[in-house]
């Protein structure tokens, strides 16, 4: 199936300090990539939809500045942390939709847990 | 905006009983997708559901979806501890997906 990678899987930073989170499709080419956002037994919230080549499409509320979505590749997006504060120490997770006939199905990264000191 | 709930929020059941999660929306949904989520892990696709009243099985896990088209349900039979973790539904509208609330379960050996 279908293999999406995210890295790193846990990244500890300072306040005021960048982070940046790679997410990777290994064997299959994505057109459309999704950032999400998980709280502690919380459901996923979207954050922002990354499409190739274009801008991301950011969900009401999240501030396009503060969570900077690249999607420079058809196997590639990242999503970079500016200026990350405590509150968002979070679970990042990005997930991807296949290029070829759309099943639906999202295949999603590992994960990547930031701890904002 | 698209809002789909899911009741029971927890629940905490011995091995070999069974198990049922409901996902309620208050919009007409394209299709109904289901997720599993390990503590600690990723979201796993499970199955899509795309008709009115559609009823699909995977083994011990039965999946419907509402003859409206607003709600749907999975149920598990004789749950066995490696079915616990949370359990998603959630549904594309406008190219995106979004995620129902989400039901934890837990299963006592």
């Known amino acids: 199936g279908a293999v999406v990678s995210q890295h790193p899987s846990r990244v500890i930073c300072k306040s005021g300090t960048s982070v940046k989170i790679e997410c990777r499709s290994l064997?299959?080419?994505?057109?459309?990539m999704f950032w999400y956002r998980q709280f502690p037994k919380q459901s996923l919230m979207l954050m922002a939809t990354?499409?190739?080549?274009?801008?991301?499409?950011?969900e009401q509320g999240v501030e396009k500045d503060k969570f900077l979505i690249n999607h420079a590749s058809l196997t590639l997006s990242t999503l970079t942390v500016t200026s990350a504060h405590p509150e968002d120490s979070s679970f990042y997770i990005c997930?991807?939709?296949?290029?070829?006939?759309?099943?639906?199905?999202?295949?999603f990264g590992e994960g990547s847990r930031l701890t904002v000191l | 905006g698209q809002q789909v709930m899911q009741i029971p929020q927890y629940q905490h059941v011995q091995e070999g009983e069974d198990f049922t999660t409901y996902c309620n929306s208050s919009?007409?949904?394209?299709?109904i997708q289901w997720y599993k989520q390990r503590p600690g892990g990723h979201p796993v696709f499970l199955i899509q559901?795309?008709?009115?009243?559609e009823v699909k099985k995977q083994k011990r896990l039965t999946f419907q979806f509402g003859e409206a088209k607003k709600n749907s349900s999975l149920h598990i039979t004789a749950t066995q501890t490696t079915d616990v973790g949370t359990y998603f539904c959630?549904?594309?509208?406008?190219?995106?997906?979004?995620f129902g609330t989400g039901t934890r379960l837990l299963v006592s050996p």
């Open positions: 997930s991807a939709k296949t290029r070829g006939v759309d099943t639906g199905e999202l295949f």
């Open positions: 064997d299959f080419q994505a057109t459309t």
């Open positions: 990354s499409n190739e080549g274009s801008k991301a499409t950011y």
């Open positions: 919009t007409t949904l394209s299709n």
């Open positions: 559901l795309v008709k009115s009243g």
């Open positions: 959630a549904s594309t509208g406008f190219q995106k997906l979004v």
